[in-house]
């Protein structure tokens, strides 16, 4: 990037003013996603689905390697800022007053594909940087006899597991954070307002160092109803997901004026 790029980008993140939230203010978007869901129940419901399918086939394939598992799902939920373009898409039809319609929200992703395009390889570095970090961490700990032939127990018997949690837990937080950071807000406004990914980026760091608590609110509410969705075999992601790209475009159109 020339000098000249970096400054234009600059100016365009000071032209959208990232605006200060209350703390529970990340309820009311939560809220306002589950009204998204029902007011478009079918195409919701039909991304969900697909969200559900997609976890279910990563556990299927790394079903006899618990940190194989464990790493693929953390990473699937990495992109999940990107693969709820298309709920994104829903929630702004309905609050222009449009019909929900499935067919327009996959559509979407060719108005801005280019800077979509680079924020997904952003994704896929840390995505496949944290699948290296997960490997490196399991084979310090454990070999693959181990993981095949024991399964998810290896993880809870010996004096190694205490360790293993810590280090995979701490480098997959750090990661996701760092995920949260610069697409709270990016992939929104990248098909909103099509900017470019540098705008997006900084604007999404932005709304983070200016809310921090209520950011900090929002990544737990988050990851809690992700949890949930996840208990019963992948399944209630139907629903959970769906919520959360609703509230996501509602949290994008408060927090960046």
Not at 133 to 158: Q, Y
Request: charged share 15%; hydrophobic share 60%; glycine share 8%.
């Amino acid at each position: 990037m020339t000098k000249t790029e970096a400054e234009n980008s600059i100016s365009r993140v000071k032209k959208y003013k990232v605006n200060r939230i209350g703390l529970m203010t990340p309820f009311k978007w939560l809220k306002e996603g589950f009204g998204d869901l029902k007011k478009a129940l079918v195409p919701s419901l039909v991304y969900g689905l697909i969200f559900a399918l997609v976890g279910l086939f990563l556990v299927f394939v790394a079903t006899h390697n618990p940190i194989w598992s464990a790493a693929l799902t953390t990473a699937f939920l990495l992109m999940g800022p990107f693969l709820a373009i298309g709920l994104y898409e829903l929630s702004r039809q309905i609050e222009e007053g449009e019909k929900p319609c499935l067919l327009d929200s996959i559509k979407v992703i060719k108005q801005n594909l280019l800077s979509l395009g680079i924020f997904v390889v952003v994704l896929g570095f840390l995505l496949m940087l944290w699948l290296r970090v997960a490997a490196l961490i399991a084979g310090i700990f454990f070999n693959d006899v181990e993981l095949i032939t024991k399964g998810w127990s290896v993880l809870f018997d010996g004096s190694r597991s205490a360790e293993f949690i810590l280090f995979f837990t701490f480098f997959g937080f750090f990661v996701a954070q760092l995920a949260f950071s610069i697409s709270v807000v990016s992939i929104p406004m990248l098909l909103h307002r099509k900017v470019d990914v540098i705008t997006a980026i900084t604007t999404s760091l932005l709304v983070i160092i200016k809310n921090p608590l209520a950011m900090l609110v929002w990544a737990v509410i988050i990851v809690g109803v992700i949890g949930l969705g996840m208990l019963p075999a992948f399944l209630g992601l139907v629903i959970a997901l769906p919520i959360i790209g609703h509230a996501s475009w509602h949290a994008y159109r408060d927090l960046v004026e």
